[in-house]
């Protein structure tokens, strides 16, 4: 038994009801039959109700947008007067679609043929021509995740965002692009805002470098060449050494890796100001370039306390597994698993290999096993002073930089290395730098730092 309908009346504004009509028209008109247990086409009635409730939505923008105008002769904007030149139609992008506002136009007082300024863009912080804060942070969202066609496609599938890919590409990299300008001010609130999980007891900090195909000239044409970017992570880790939480920073093969190590000094600078009594550790895989950039800016003379530096395990394990193969031959898993557990519970393993390397009969070994043993006996002696796994261990640290990988991973490798996908340092930047926000888990609040730079007031001249 249907319940009986009851007729409420409510007050809106004039411009309401027409919308409002519609909406309602629109449910009742798209509202299927019911009867007899039949089943029926639900996602039809939706996407009709989804449809209707944007008109409102968008009635909703158009109402504010107007409320934000100023139409006198003359303003002060951000300390300089400004004259009034016209009155025009002005097209805001919401969610929903466009909404049509009229709005004065103003020019800055002596400026000849200056740019106009729109009070309602300033006053709501409106980014490129008439996109909405909200909007053009969604549209940056998509595009960080995925390419622009993937991502209208998306938008599409979500009954929102009804633009072109070409306008997705434009308005993301303008966010991108004023994240780019704005980023390090952003980073330093974020990490000021930031709170550490209760349960945090030591900060690691990795590294690393990833391939990354490029689009470079080669004279009357173009080639892809495949260059290195970086990324470095921030992870907070509890007192057995499991990563809480990870804050990742990405740099395209332009980028200053120097720079970015000197971020991630200023994170963990932030970090023990919070938790003093945090230990610090550094890191990296055995190359010498990722230990000089950490070494650098994560020092006893940089920090309050000396940072805990390590080799990644798993690496080690990957230069020994080849080496013990070569000696011992099918014996070579067992001698490796002893390895393992010895370095894991005992100092002085490292030596204790290298010595055993040493004394294996290269001589009789073919030159690829004699090159794996070699190899092996150079890394354990370039890197063997940062592999005190047993200490690090009891200290509660990590001993593998999983978090660091993962970032390479999902940051990098994910995003950048489709299937005859080309990049240039400038967009990749945009790209980069946005999806590291959000794989951090930074996006709604470092989004809205950037974007509260658009924002100024307005006041009449006196």
């Known amino acids: 038994m249907s319940e009986k309908k009851k007729l409420v009346t409510i007050e809106v504004p004039e411009s309401w009801a027409g919308p409002m009509k519609k909406f309602l028209e629109s449910v009742e008109a798209s509202t299927p039959d019911t009867?007899?247990?039949?089943?029926?086409?639900?996602?039809?009635?939706?996407?009709?109700v989804e449809k209707s409730?944007?008109?409102?939505?968008?009635?909703?923008?158009?109402?504010?947008?107007?409320d934000l105008d100023i139409d006198a002769q003359q303003l002060r904007i951000r300390g300089k007067l400004h004259t009034r030149v016209g009155r025009y139609e002005g097209t805001y992008k919401a969610k929903t679609g466009e909404v049509r506002v009229m709005r004065s136009l103003y020019r800055e007082n002596g400026v000849r043929?200056?740019?106009?300024?729109?009070?309602?863009?300033?006053?709501?912080?409106?980014?490129?021509?008439?996109?909405l804060p909200s909007t053009a942070q969604a549209i940056a969202f998509l595009l960080q995740q995925s390419p622009s066609r993937e991502a209208v496609k998306a938008a599409e599938q979500l009954g929102r965002l009804p633009y072109s890919r070409s306008t997705f590409e434009r308005v993301g990299h303008a966010v991108g692009a004023l994240y780019?300008?704005?980023?390090?001010?952003?980073?330093?609130?974020?990490?000021?805002?930031?709170?550490?999980?209760?349960?945090?007891?030591?900060?690691?900090?990795?590294?690393?470098?990833?391939?990354?195909?490029?689009?470079?000239p080669a004279g009357e044409s173009v080639v892809r060449n495949f260059r290195m970017a970086y990324v470095?992570?921030?992870?907070?880790?509890?007192?057995a050494g499991?990563?809480?939480?990870?804050?990742?920073?990405?740099?395209?093969?332009?980028?200053?890796?120097?720079?970015?190590?000197?971020?991630?000094?200023?994170?963990?600078?932030?970090?023990?100001r919070k938790q003093p009594k945090l230990k610090v550790q550094s890191l990296v895989d055995?190359?010498?370039?990722?230990?000089?950039?950490?070494?650098?800016?994560?020092?006893?003379?940089?920090?309050?306390?000396?940072?805990?530096?390590?080799?990644?395990?798993?690496?080690?394990?990957?230069?020994?597994?080849?080496?013990?193969?070569?000696?011992?031959?099918?014996?070579?898993?067992?001698?490796l698993a002893r390895w393992k557990l010895q370095l894991l519970n005992d100092e002085g393993t490292v030596w204790a290999i290298v010595t055993a390397l040493r004394a294996a009969d290269t001589d009789s070994m073919s030159?690829?096993?004699?090159?794996?043993?070699?190899?092996?006996?150079?890394?354990?002696?370039?890197?063997?002073?940062?592999?005190?796994?047993?200490?690090?261990?009891?200290?509660?640290?990590?001993?593998?930089?999983?978090?660091?990988?993962?970032?390479?991973?999902?940051?990098?490798?994910?995003?950048?290395?489709?299937?005859?996908?080309?990049?240039?340092?400038?967009?990749?930047?945009?790209?980069?730098?946005?999806?590291?926000?959000?794989?951090?888990?930074r996006w709604d609040a470092g989004i809205a730092l950037t974007l509260k730079t658009l924002r100024a007031p307005v006041r009449l001249a006196s």
């Open 35 to 48: 009867s007899g247990g039949r089943a029926v086409d639900f996602g039809a009635f939706e996407r009709a």
């Open 53 to 66: 409730a944007g008109e409102l939505e968008k009635e909703a923008h158009r109402g504010l947008l107007q």
């Open 113 to 131: 043929n200056g740019k106009t300024v729109d009070p309602v863009s300033l006053r709501a912080g409106v980014i490129e021509e008439g996109w």
């Open 180 to 216: 780019d300008v704005v980023h390090a001010e952003v980073e330093d609130e974020l990490i000021e805002q930031y709170q550490l999980p209760p349960e945090a007891r030591s900060v690691t900090v990795g590294v690393d470098r990833v391939a990354v195909p490029m689009e470079e």
């Open 232 to 239: 470095g992570t921030v992870t907070l880790n509890d007192g």
């Open 242 to 272: 499991e990563a809480l939480h990870t804050i990742r920073y990405g740099r395209m093969p332009a980028g200053d890796a120097d720079a970015l190590c000197q971020g991630l000094h200023a994170d963990v600078i932030a970090l023990l």
């Open 286 to 335: 055995g190359a010498a370039e990722m230990h000089a950039l950490t070494a650098k800016a994560l020092n006893e003379d940089t920090l309050p306390k000396r940072p805990f530096e390590l080799v990644d395990f798993c690496h080690l394990v990957q230069k020994l597994s080849p080496a013990a193969e070569a000696i011992h031959g099918e014996r070579g898993a067992e001698v």
């Open 367 to 441: 030159a690829e096993a004699t090159t794996a043993v070699h190899e092996a006996i150079s890394y354990l002696e370039n890197n063997g002073e940062r592999m005190n796994y047993a200490e690090a261990r009891r200290q509660g640290l990590p001993i593998g930089s999983g978090p660091t990988e993962a970032t390479c991973k999902n940051l990098f490798e994910v995003r950048f290395r489709r299937c005859g996908s080309r990049w240039h340092d400038e967009s990749g930047t945009h790209v980069v730098q946005l999806r590291a926000l959000a794989l951090s888990d």
